[in-house]
Each structure stands twice: as C-alpha cells, then as structure tokens.
C-alpha cells in the first residue's frame, strides 16, 4: 500500500469538488457559506479507491482567488495534483496561479481533468486539449495525461481513475524519515472523546499511545488516544497519509492555524535562510520587501532582505534571508510560497535551505559562495552532506554524531552513510566512546591556536622543558566544558604528534625538538635562590622574605616564582600549596620519620614527632602536611583527643622498597 495524497487545482467554478464527489462519493463542500455560495473555501477531504486497489487521501482545495492561503495549506502535503480545467473555459488566472504554486512546490506528478466536455462539442474538446499541452509542456507536469471527463453523466469516469491509477504506480514514495510533523488544517471536539485535529503527514511515522508536540508554543506533552486514516481506526500513520488524530491534553483555545504536531520538542523560529524564484508577470523586489510567506498551513508576514542580489525581477531566483514576524518550525528543504504584502498576488516559492541561520548584517562574498553551494546541493542525494556541512561550520567547536543527527532530525547509521561516501568534506574522529565531527577549517583553526599556545608557553618560560598540560591547552580554546571537547582535543594532540609538530614531555604537550634556553645570569639567579632555600635548613622557607633578599640582591623579585616552579621540575625543590622546602631536607626527614614509624605500629605522639624531625613548629607542620598529602602517614585522635601519628600501608611499602 502506497501513502500518498492526491491534491486538486484549478479556476473557481471548473468543476473540482463535483469531480470528487463523483470519483469518491463524498461531497467536500461541508460549510454553509460554501454551500451558498458555490464554491469551496476550506479544504475538503476523501479518500479515492483505485482500480488496482490502492487507497489514496485526496484533498479538495479553494480555487477562488480570496481563499488562495488555503489552497496553498493543502497543496504542501500532497504527492500528485488533479489539475481541474473546464474544457468549455481553458486556462485561466487562478489556473496558472495554481500551476505555479504546484511548480515550486516541487509536485512532478499529475492528470488533468479536462470538466464539462458534456457542454462542448468534439472539436472544442480537442482545441482545449491542445491548449493545455501546449502550456503543461512548459512546466514540471509535461506529458501528464489529459482525460475529458462529465460530472453530470459520468462519462470518462473509468478513463480518469485508469490515469490517476497508472500515475500513483509511477510515484515513488519518499523516504519517510525519523522526524513526525502534521500540519493541522482542522481541529474539532467530539463529546467523550476530546479534541481531533486532522492533516497531511509530511513526514515520519506516529502511532496510537505516542506522545507529540503541539507546535510552537505549547510545550506540554499531548498523547495519542486514537488514530484514523481515511475515515478507518488505524495503529499508525505515516508520511503521505492523511490523519484524523484524537489527543488527550489539547484544548481546542491552544491551537491557532499554523501550528502541527511533531514527535520532538522543535525550537521555533524568526529567521530562516531561503532560496526564491519568482514567477513571470509578478512585480520585481527591492534589497528588502515586505511580503507574506506560507508553508504548509502557517502563514506570516516577513521581511525579506536579497542576500546575492540587489532587486529581483520575474522569473528570476535568489538567496534571501526572511525575518519572520512570527515564530515558525521550518527544517531544511521545507517549501515555502511567498505573496505579495497585500496578499493580492502569488510572487514565488522556494525551499528553507538554512533553518536556524545567523543574522546576515553583511552580504559577504564568503556567505554568498556558501549559500549558493548549499542551493545546488541541499536538493541531490548529497542533500544531507550539505546540511552536515553547515551545522558544523555554524559553531566553532567539534560535535558528536548524536548532536548531528538530534539537530538534522536523521539516524546515526544515515550520517556514517555520508560520511563515507563523502570522506573529504569534514573531518571525522571515531573511537570506543564517542563519534565527532568537525569543519576542515575549523581543525585547521585549532592547530594553529595549539601551536601558538605552546610556542608562546615556551616563549615566555624558556627556561623549562615543559610545555602545556592537556586541560591547560582545553581552558585556551574553550574545549574544556564538554566530554565530546576534551575528547577531541586529545585525538587531536595524538594527530599533531603523529605528523610530528608536537611531542611529549612528562605529563606536557611541546613544540617538536623544544629545549630549554638558561643564560648564565639566569643560571646564578636560579643557583642563588636554591641555596637560599637550603639555606633555611630547619625552618620553614618564607616567600617574602626570599623575595625581599632577591631584590636585595640585584633579582627581581618578580622571577623568584618562575625560578621555583623550575627547581620544582628539576626536583630541587618541593612545592606544597603555596609552601615549598628544600628536597634533599624533606627527603631527610621523611625517611627519618617512616624509619622510626615502621618500628611503632601504635604510632607516635606529638612529643615524639618533635624528638624525630628537629626545627620549628611550622618547619614540622609542613613535613607532616605534605607526607599526609603523600599518604605516608596518618593521623588520628583518641578518646582524649590526644593525637598520634601512624605510618600507612603506603609508608610501609615505601620504606620496603627503600630499603630494598
């Protein structure tokens, strides 16, 4: 069974609800006003049996020009228009209008129903045909069968359902996709059962006991109590039907025309990148119009700014950027009719090719380029490399194959399809945890800020070996607030180490080949500063003192710091918080300490700590704050709070392993 929905088009009074009253039985013409005016303002629905069984939707749309919005709501779910034209009137206005409308709509698919040949004679019947090939061959619908058809006596009935029929095998239906969106054309209540809302599924799937969005807007979960197609309970629903659906949690005062149904909580939007064509015979748009753009049953006025052109004339095309004056939910490749401020006249059409875009302040030659890349692409089977492309050069960062495919509304298995087969477009990092992707150009961005930064860490602390520490190197760039940032970083720094412009020293990242540079007057200051920490033997070094003696000593003070830091690395030093001792001191009485400790498994007290490591108070403190630190020791208290210091399964195996 195919999921396809057939649409009608044509002039007011050709004849088009009466056809589907006589194909299908159903009068679509349900509303007083329509009833006593004669023509049809809203969307009517049925549902055609075909002779090889197939159970179609068809829409019956407004012809008169007044109700062309709504003509313009059913005409975006439907997969094969029924173009009505009278044979006693040929083409008229609002059937060119309609044509145009299916044209940018991208409906390839058709049959026309050539009306009232009972009103005219053979030869009428045969002009009238010629005329609508003649026209029809300048369009999408070329070559589309032409069936003469009476409302009245029925005749041509069987030949039309033939056409339509051989026409629907012909069609292949679209890829469904993950992303569920209806728009509502209709909302009524049925006692005892709540709210229905009815509509043409433009894609996905959704099924009884679902739960959906009603968009924008209301944020609340809505869940599927039932479903019909065609008039018949169903489970599911899927892209190409058209669905009644019956919702617990809607109120019929939350829904407002423009609004749909969605399986996820879409962000609404007020400005969308677009590609425009313009009809013939329309008035041509300056750098900014205003105009009104429809997409499938929501409507808005907008500005609309020409981004590669400076006015655009009829029949002529253009990347624009629309700033919507309300809140909208558009995905990429969604088609959009544009009519003129007064709504009087149908400009154009064309197709979102950006969703949720920057704001253009400036019409750069880079943006028109990448813009008019993604126009010729975004509508081929590379469709979905196009759009990889733009999220990933929308955000200067790196992205997991899960944000992906959350923000293009595609599976995981699509995505590593494209990848594959378009290796070169953007770069790809996979691993046991994680999948990322990210811009050629912003890789190429971050090497360089890598670069930079090691190459200035050496330039500014040339005495050291060392260079950045990975999460060091992650604050820098911003990479450091997120799992799939700090991931990439690292695969990253392993790739510039691979093609030899990084390497490792201890736990840093340094530039290829680096070496420490020390002149001699920095090799005394540094000499000069070790021995002054010596120096304090059994007291506790104090910074400022050290610093005041430095500048004293022709140093300035603002290098003791930086001279630390390197005795540290060199392992002259030990540094403790902002405390530091001298190594060969602690190292001392640190064994001294674990050595009397080893043989005491109750431990020491305080009075005994003083006998073991000499000095003062605050010299003993530190030894023991750092040994703590380290796990050597421990200390505890009794009952009298009397405190006793212990040796720990790490202090036992470290002098073991000393005295080994």
């Known amino acids: 069974m195919k999921h396809l929905i057939i649409g009608t088009a044509g002039h007011i009074d050709h004849g088009k609800t009466s056809l589907i009253k006589l194909l299908t039985g159903v009068d679509c013409d349900t509303h007083k006003e329509e009833k006593t005016r004669g023509i049809t303002i809203n969307l009517g629905f049925s549902h055609l049996e075909l002779p090889s069984g197939e159970n179609v939707g068809i829409i019956d749309v407004p012809g008169h020009k007044d109700f062309i919005n709504n003509m313009i709501g059913g005409a975006c779910g439907i997969d094969m228009v029924l173009l009505v034209i009278a044979a006693d009137s040929g083409i008229m206005p609002q059937t060119v209008e309609h044509i145009n409308i299916i044209k940018s709509l991208g409906i390839k698919h058709g049959v026309v129903a050539l009306t009232k040949i009972d009103l005219v004679d053979e030869e009428l019947i045969e002009i009238a045909s010629d005329e609508i090939s003649e026209y029809l061959n300048k369009t999408e619908l070329k070559d589309i069968p032409i069936v003469g058809i009476s409302t009245i006596t029925g005749m041509g009935k069987d030949k039309l359902l033939t056409a339509i029929d051989n026409t629907i095998r012909r069609i292949e239906e679209k890829d469904k996709g993950n992303l569920f969106r209806m728009y509502i054309d209709r ?23 679902d739960e959906v969005f009603l968009l924008p807007g209301i944020k609340q979960k809505l869940k599927i109590r039932s479903i019909e197609r065609h008039g018949i309970a169903v489970n599911e629903v899927e892209r190409g039907d058209r669905a009644a659906i019956n ?24 400005i969308v990148d677009a590609y425009v064509n313009l009809f013939e015979s329309v008035p041509s748009l300056n750098l900014w119009s205003n105009v009104i753009i429809l997409s499938g049953t929501y409507e808005t006025t907008a500005r609309m700014h020409l981004l590669n052109k400076d006015n655009l004339a009829e029949g002529e095309d253009a990347i624009v950027q629309l700033h919507l ?93 494209s990848i594959n087969k378009n290796h070169n477009q953007f770069l790809d990092y996979k691993t046991e945890e994680s999948f990322i992707l990210i811009s050629n150009n912003f890789e190429e961005n971050y090497k360089t800020k890598i670069i930079k930064n090691i190459k200035d860490q050496h330039s500014n602390n040339n005495i050291f070996a060392e260079g950045l520490e990975t999460g060091e190197i992650a604050g820098k760039l911003g990479l450091s607030k997120s799992k799939t940032g700090k991931l990439y970083l690292e695969l990253l720094l392993e790739k510039l180490k691979s093609e030899n412009t990084l390497d490792n020293y201890k736990k840093t990242w340094i530039i290829k080949g680096h070496k420490p540079v020390i002149d001699k007057k920095t090799e005394s200051e540094i000499q000069w500063l070790q021995e002054q920490i010596a120096g304090c033997k059994d007291e506790k070094p104090v910074l400022s003192e050290i610093e005041e003696a430095a500048v004293q000593n022709g140093i300035n003070k603002a290098k003791i710091k930086t001279y630390l830091s390197y005795l540290a690395n060199s392992g002259k030093v030990k540094i403790y918080n902002s405390d530091f001792i001298y190594s060969e001191i602690f190292i001392k009485n640190r064994d001294n300490l674990l050595k009397s400790l080893s043989t005491k498994p109750k431990g020491i007290n305080i009075p005994e700590f003083k006998e073991i490591i000499p000095g003062t108070k605050k010299f003993r403190a530190l030894i023991g704050e750092i040994m703590e630190f380290e796990k050597l020791i421990q200390y505890t208290k009794d009952s009298n709070n009397e405190t006793t210091i212990i040796i720990t399964q790490k202090g036992k195996e470290f002098i073991n392993a000393g005295l080994s």
């Open 247 to 270: 919702l617990t949690g809607l109120k019929n005062e939350d829904f407002e025309r423009g609004m749909l149904l969605s399986n996820k909580e879409l962000d609404s939007i007020m």
């Open 187 to 209: 909302i009524f209540t049925i006692k005892g059962h709540g709210s229905v809302v009815t509509g043409s599924v433009t894609s996905g799937s959704v099924s009884t006991g």
């Open 325 to 417: 004056n309300k809140p909208g939910i558009f995905i990429n490749r969604d088609k959009i009719i544009i009519r003129n401020s007064s709504d009087d006249i149908t400009l154009g059409g064309g197709y979102i090719i950006d969703s949720s875009p920057l704001h253009h302040r400036k019409r750069t030659p880079q943006l028109v380029q990448s813009l008019t890349e993604l126009c010729v692409n975004i509508l081929t089977d590379d469709s979905l490399t196009e759009n990889i492309k733009l999220v990933l050069n929308k955000e200067f960062r790196p992205f997991s194959i899960e944000e992906i495919c959350e923000l293009l509304h595609v599976n995981k298995d699509e995505i590593i399809i």
